[in-house]
C-alpha cells in the first residue's frame, strides 16, 4: 500500500497547481506493546479501534509462577526480619530467669565452699585435719568463684542481645530477603500490561490462550503523538523547505482550516533511478519530507490522502 501511495505521491507531484500544492498520506509510528517476559495470555481487556488511555491494562499473562514465588519470598522476609528482631531482644524472660536461678545456686554453693574453706583453716592449725582437705576446700571455693563469674556473664549477655557481628549479618540477610521479594513483585507486575500513552489500538495480534515469547507484540497502539504527514517533492522546491515551516491541510470530510508543520526533510534523495544525474532527469529525483499536525492529530488516519500547500518562497 505505501509504495502505491508513493507512486502516486510521485506522479502529483509534477501536477501541482499555482497555489503550490503537493499530494501526501497520513503515516504512524506504531508502537507495538509486549510483556517482558513470555508466557500465556490470560485475558484481554482492550479490542481494536479502542482509545485507551496512559496506564490502562491493555493484556494480562498468567501469573501463577509469579504469585507462588512473591509468596515464598514474602515469607522468607518475614522469617528474617524474626530472626534479627530475636537478636536484639536478647533472651527470653523465662530463659533470663533461668539463667539467673542458677546464678543464684552457684552463688549459694561459693558461700558454703568459703564456709568449709574457713573451717579447714582453723582445724589445720589445731592439728585436726590434714593439709589435703585445706587444699580442697580452697579449690571448691576458686571452681564455684568462676560458676558464679560464668553465670553472671551468661545473664549480662542475655539481657544484651546478640553480638553486633550476628546483628549485622542478620541485618544482611533482611536486605537481601526484602530485595528478592521486590525483584519478585516486580515480575508478578510484568504480568500486566498497560498503555505507556494515550492512543488508539490499531490492531490486536493475540488472543487469550495464545502463547507469546517475550517482548514480543500483542498489541498495536498509535498514539497521537505519533501521527505524521508524508509527501514528497522534487530538488526545485525541496531547498525552500525547511523544519518548522507551515503548511495547510486538506482532506475529503475533514474540517477546513488544517495545518501542519514541517518536522524533517530529507538529506538525500529518497528515490533515484540509477542512471546519471542530468536536468532531463532531474524530475525523477524525491525527497522525503514529514510534518506534525497542529491540533487534534487523531483526526487523521494511517494511510489517509491528503493536499498540503506549500508556503509561498520564504514564508513561515
Known sequence: MKRMLLLACLALTACHDGQNTVQGYVEGDFLRLGATSGGRIATLRVDKGQRVAAGQLLFTLD???EQARLAEAQAKTRQARASRDNLLTGKRALEIRAIAAQRDQAAADLALAEIQLRRQAVLIRSGDTAQASLDNARAAVKRDQARVAELEASLAFAHQGGRSAEIRSADAAVTAAEAAEADAAWALEQRRVTAPEAGEVQDVLFRPGEVVAADQGVISLL??????????????RIGALKPGRRLQVACSGCPAGLSAHVSYVAPDASYAPPILYSRDNASKLVFLVEARPDGDAARFRPGQPLTLTLPPGGAP
Open 63 to 65: 501469573d501463577g509462577a
Open 223 to 236: 498514539p497521537p503523538g505519533n501521527i505524521k504527514l508524508r509527501f514528497y517533492l522534487g530538488p526545485e
